[in-house]
Nanobody, 123 residues
Framework: QVQLVESGGGLVQAGDSLRLSCAAS????????MGWFRQAPGKEREVVAVISWTSSVTYYADSVKGRFTISRDNAKNTVYLQMNSLRPEDTAVYYCAAGASCPSLRNGGTPFWGQGTQVTVSS
């Protein structure tokens, strides 16, 4: 089992930045690919970014490329999502997830999810 706890969400204005953090506990954090997903009201959950356990592989949704950066610190059992140039359409609940591999995690195929943190971007 892996337990995941997100933090760092909040209410910001368009153009602002936020950094989300996800602290992991349980099984060895460095064995897992990690990812961020989001779900806006009335929409399906979508993948935002994924990072391999060595940080050598990353994936970003087209909608966030160039604005968001995923990173991880295996010594701290934490994964981050730096979000710059935020837009109102980025408003959603953001979830952290851990998975066996980047490809499987991109498809949301994992039982390990955090509880989510709300990000609201006002125009």
């Amino acid at each position: 089992q892996v337990q995941l706890v997100e933090s760092g969400g909040g209410l910001v204005q368009a153009g602002d930045s936020l950094r989300l953090s996800c602290a992991a506990s349980g099984r060895t954090f460095s064995n897992y690919a990690m990812g961020w997903f989001r779900q806006a009201p009335g929409k399906e959950r979508e993948v935002v970014a994924v990072i391999s356990w060595t940080s050598s592989v990353t994936y970003y949704a087209d909608s966030v490329k160039g604005r968001f950066t995923i990173s991880r610190d295996n010594a701290k059992n934490t994964v981050y999502l730096q979000m710059n140039s935020l837009r109102p359409e980025d408003t959603a609940v953001y979830y952290c997830a851990a998975g066996a591999s980047c490809p499987s995690l991109r498809n949301g195929g994992t039982p390990f999810w955090g509880q989510g943190t709300q990000v609201t971007v006002s125009s």
